[in-house]
Protein backbone atom coordinates (compact mmCIF):
# COMPACT_ATOMS: atom_id res chain seq x y z
CA UNK A 1 0.00 0.00 0.00
CA UNK A 2 1.18 3.34 -1.02
CA UNK A 3 1.39 5.58 2.28
CA UNK A 4 3.69 7.94 3.82
CA UNK A 5 4.47 6.89 7.79
CA UNK A 6 4.88 9.25 10.26
CA UNK A 7 6.48 8.19 13.83
CA UNK A 8 5.39 8.49 16.91
CA UNK A 9 1.73 9.79 16.42
CA UNK A 10 2.34 11.43 19.49
CA UNK A 11 4.83 12.43 21.49
CA UNK A 12 4.76 14.42 24.90
CA UNK A 13 8.81 15.73 25.76
CA UNK A 14 10.46 18.44 27.77
CA UNK A 15 12.28 21.66 26.68
CA UNK A 16 15.38 21.33 25.62
CA UNK A 17 15.62 17.45 25.16
CA UNK A 18 16.47 16.65 21.34
CA UNK A 19 14.36 14.36 19.47
CA UNK A 20 13.42 12.98 16.10
CA UNK A 21 10.65 12.47 14.18
CA UNK A 22 10.50 10.62 11.74
CA UNK A 23 8.69 9.94 8.37
CA UNK A 24 9.01 7.37 5.62
CA UNK A 25 7.56 7.20 2.08
CA UNK A 26 7.41 4.00 -0.16
CA UNK A 27 6.39 5.28 -3.79
CA UNK A 28 9.98 6.76 -4.87
CA UNK A 29 8.85 10.00 -4.50
CA UNK A 30 11.52 12.73 -5.11
CA UNK A 31 9.52 15.57 -3.32
CA UNK A 32 9.15 15.91 0.72
CA UNK A 33 7.85 18.60 3.39
CA UNK A 34 7.28 19.04 6.60
CA UNK A 35 4.11 21.07 7.68
CA UNK A 36 3.44 22.24 11.06
CA UNK A 37 -0.40 23.01 12.09
CA UNK A 38 -2.01 24.82 14.43
CA UNK A 39 -5.39 26.54 15.59
CA UNK A 40 -5.92 29.81 13.56
CA UNK A 41 -3.08 29.51 11.29
CA UNK A 42 -3.73 25.89 9.27
CA UNK A 43 -0.99 24.46 8.25
CA UNK A 44 2.69 25.83 7.49
CA UNK A 45 5.59 24.51 5.53
CA UNK A 46 8.57 23.85 7.72
CA UNK A 47 11.41 22.30 5.21
CA UNK A 48 11.35 20.74 1.86
CA UNK A 49 13.40 18.65 -0.02
CA UNK A 50 13.52 18.33 -4.03
CA UNK A 51 15.69 14.98 -3.93
CA UNK A 52 18.57 13.19 -1.90
CA UNK A 53 20.65 16.03 -0.41
CA UNK A 54 18.82 18.61 -1.56
CA UNK A 55 16.52 20.56 1.29
CA UNK A 56 15.73 23.91 1.91
CA UNK A 57 13.90 26.51 4.16
CA UNK A 58 9.74 26.64 3.61
CA UNK A 59 8.18 29.53 6.08
CA UNK A 60 8.43 28.51 9.39
CA UNK A 61 11.99 26.98 9.50
CA UNK A 62 13.42 28.55 12.77
CA UNK A 63 14.08 25.67 15.45
CA UNK A 64 14.65 22.79 12.90
CA UNK A 65 16.77 20.61 11.48
CA UNK A 66 16.06 18.12 8.35
CA UNK A 67 18.03 15.98 6.45
CA UNK A 68 17.34 13.58 3.45
CA UNK A 69 20.11 10.83 2.87
CA UNK A 70 17.82 8.75 1.31
CA UNK A 71 14.69 8.95 -1.16
CA UNK A 72 12.34 7.54 1.16
CA UNK A 73 13.65 8.90 4.48
CA UNK A 74 13.20 12.72 5.99
CA UNK A 75 13.36 13.15 9.31
CA UNK A 76 12.68 16.31 11.24
CA UNK A 77 14.80 17.15 14.01
CA UNK A 78 14.21 19.48 17.10
CA UNK A 79 17.59 19.91 18.80
CA UNK A 80 16.42 22.11 21.37
CA UNK A 81 12.71 21.97 21.69
CA UNK A 82 10.61 25.12 22.86
CA UNK A 83 6.93 24.94 24.17
CA UNK A 84 5.95 27.18 21.11
CA UNK A 85 6.70 24.15 19.24
CA UNK A 86 4.01 22.14 20.31
CA UNK A 87 1.91 21.81 17.03
CA UNK A 88 0.68 19.07 14.82
CA UNK A 89 3.26 18.09 12.54
CA UNK A 90 2.50 16.32 8.86
CA UNK A 91 4.81 14.53 6.49
CA UNK A 92 3.63 14.81 3.17
CA UNK A 93 5.49 14.05 -0.29
CA UNK A 94 4.80 13.93 -4.23
CA UNK A 95 6.63 13.49 -7.60
CA UNK A 96 7.70 16.26 -9.78
CA UNK A 97 4.82 17.55 -12.20
CA UNK A 98 5.70 16.92 -15.14
CA UNK A 99 3.30 18.70 -17.66
CA UNK A 100 -0.29 18.63 -17.57
CA UNK A 101 -1.43 16.23 -15.19
CA UNK A 102 -4.32 14.27 -13.93
CA UNK A 103 -3.75 14.94 -9.96
CA UNK A 104 -5.87 14.03 -7.33
CA UNK A 105 -3.82 15.42 -4.17
CA UNK A 106 -0.42 16.83 -5.23
CA UNK A 107 0.95 15.55 -1.95
CA UNK A 108 0.50 12.26 0.09
CA UNK A 109 0.34 13.28 3.17
CA UNK A 110 1.11 11.36 6.54
CA UNK A 111 -1.40 10.94 9.42
CA UNK A 112 0.31 13.50 11.89
CA UNK A 113 2.70 13.12 14.74
CA UNK A 114 0.88 15.07 17.94
CA UNK A 115 3.91 17.05 19.64
CA UNK A 116 3.60 18.79 22.78
CA UNK A 117 6.62 20.22 24.58
CA UNK A 118 6.37 21.15 28.58
CA UNK B 1 4.29 35.26 -2.09
CA UNK B 2 1.14 33.27 -2.60
CA UNK B 3 -1.51 33.38 0.13
CA UNK B 4 -5.00 32.06 0.93
CA UNK B 5 -7.69 33.47 2.91
CA UNK B 6 -10.90 31.97 4.40
CA UNK B 7 -12.61 33.82 6.64
CA UNK B 8 -15.26 31.87 8.60
CA UNK B 9 -13.42 30.25 10.88
CA UNK B 10 -16.34 28.11 12.34
CA UNK B 11 -19.56 27.47 10.03
CA UNK B 12 -22.66 25.33 11.01
CA UNK B 13 -25.47 23.74 9.16
CA UNK B 14 -28.57 21.88 9.38
CA UNK B 15 -28.42 17.67 8.31
CA UNK B 16 -29.64 17.94 4.88
CA UNK B 17 -29.06 21.52 4.14
CA UNK B 18 -26.56 22.95 2.17
CA UNK B 19 -23.63 25.35 3.32
CA UNK B 20 -20.88 26.90 1.30
CA UNK B 21 -17.51 27.99 2.69
CA UNK B 22 -15.29 30.57 0.96
CA UNK B 23 -11.94 31.02 0.14
CA UNK B 24 -10.02 33.88 -1.39
CA UNK B 25 -6.32 33.80 -2.71
CA UNK B 26 -3.56 35.70 -4.07
CA UNK B 27 -1.21 35.03 -6.84
CA UNK B 28 0.44 36.51 -9.79
CA UNK B 29 0.75 33.42 -11.28
CA UNK B 30 -1.86 32.17 -14.56
CA UNK B 31 -1.67 28.47 -14.13
CA UNK B 32 -2.15 26.57 -10.59
CA UNK B 33 -4.12 24.41 -8.77
CA UNK B 34 -6.69 25.22 -5.41
CA UNK B 35 -8.01 22.39 -3.35
CA UNK B 36 -10.41 21.89 -0.77
CA UNK B 37 -9.45 19.04 1.91
CA UNK B 38 -11.31 17.67 4.53
CA UNK B 39 -9.91 16.72 8.30
CA UNK B 40 -11.97 14.96 10.28
CA UNK B 41 -10.88 14.39 13.73
CA UNK B 42 -8.90 10.87 12.74
CA UNK B 43 -6.07 14.25 11.71
CA UNK B 44 -6.30 12.70 8.05
CA UNK B 45 -5.87 14.98 5.48
CA UNK B 46 -8.76 14.09 2.64
CA UNK B 47 -8.89 15.31 -0.54
CA UNK B 48 -12.30 16.59 -1.40
CA UNK B 49 -12.71 18.69 -4.82
CA UNK B 50 -9.45 19.96 -7.17
CA UNK B 51 -9.97 22.88 -9.78
CA UNK B 52 -7.34 23.69 -12.57
CA UNK B 53 -6.97 26.98 -13.02
CA UNK B 54 -7.14 27.01 -16.89
CA UNK B 55 -10.56 25.23 -16.94
CA UNK B 56 -13.57 27.53 -16.56
CA UNK B 57 -15.62 24.75 -15.69
CA UNK B 58 -16.26 24.74 -11.79
CA UNK B 59 -15.39 21.41 -10.63
CA UNK B 60 -18.22 19.21 -9.21
CA UNK B 61 -17.48 16.18 -6.49
CA UNK B 62 -20.92 14.19 -6.02
CA UNK B 63 -22.32 16.48 -3.30
CA UNK B 64 -19.11 19.31 -3.25
CA UNK B 65 -18.94 21.12 -5.66
CA UNK B 66 -17.01 24.95 -6.11
CA UNK B 67 -17.24 28.57 -7.65
CA UNK B 68 -14.35 29.48 -9.00
CA UNK B 69 -13.90 32.92 -10.25
CA UNK B 70 -10.54 33.40 -11.20
CA UNK B 71 -10.41 37.25 -11.93
CA UNK B 72 -11.64 37.29 -8.47
CA UNK B 73 -9.48 35.05 -7.12
CA UNK B 74 -12.29 33.53 -5.32
CA UNK B 75 -12.70 29.58 -4.82
CA UNK B 76 -15.58 28.52 -2.39
CA UNK B 77 -17.03 25.14 -1.38
CA UNK B 78 -20.84 24.54 -1.65
CA UNK B 79 -21.60 20.77 0.16
CA UNK B 80 -25.27 20.09 -0.59
CA UNK B 81 -27.35 17.39 1.39
CA UNK B 82 -24.89 18.07 4.58
CA UNK B 83 -24.44 14.79 6.22
CA UNK B 84 -23.00 14.36 9.92
CA UNK B 85 -20.24 12.75 8.34
CA UNK B 86 -19.26 16.12 6.85
CA UNK B 87 -18.46 17.72 9.92
CA UNK B 88 -14.40 18.56 9.71
CA UNK B 89 -11.86 21.60 9.20
CA UNK B 90 -11.89 22.46 5.70
CA UNK B 91 -9.10 23.95 4.15
CA UNK B 92 -8.44 25.90 0.90
CA UNK B 93 -4.83 25.57 -0.39
CA UNK B 94 -3.12 26.69 -3.68
CA UNK B 95 -0.64 24.78 -5.70
CA UNK B 96 2.32 26.18 -7.16
CA UNK B 97 3.69 24.45 -9.56
CA UNK B 98 7.18 25.82 -9.87
CA UNK B 99 8.23 24.60 -5.95
CA UNK B 100 5.45 22.08 -5.54
CA UNK B 101 4.47 23.82 -2.50
CA UNK B 102 0.78 23.58 -1.24
CA UNK B 103 -0.38 27.31 0.73
CA UNK B 104 -3.08 26.26 2.94
CA UNK B 105 -5.77 28.95 4.39
CA UNK B 106 -6.14 28.85 8.04
CA UNK B 107 -9.60 26.60 8.20
CA UNK B 108 -13.25 26.40 8.50
CA UNK B 109 -14.39 24.06 11.49
CA UNK B 110 -18.16 22.61 9.96
CA UNK B 111 -20.48 21.36 12.42
CA UNK B 112 -23.48 19.56 11.06
CA UNK B 113 -26.67 20.29 13.38
CA UNK B 114 -28.87 16.68 13.62
Known amino acids: EAQVTQNPRYLITVTGKKLTVTCSQNMNHEYMSWYRQDPGLGLRQIYY???????DKGDVPEGYKVSRKEKRNFPLILESPSPNQTSLYFC?????????????????FGNGTRLTVT | AQTVTQSQPEMSVQEAETVTLSCTYDTSESDYYLFWYKQPPSRQMILVIRQEAYKQQNATENRFSVNFQKAAKSFSLKISDSQLGDAAMYFC???????????FGTGTRLTIIP
Open chain 1, 49 to 55: SMNVEVT
Open chain 1, 92 to 108: ASSSPMQGRGHYNSPLH
Open chain 2, 93 to 103: AYYNFGNEKLT
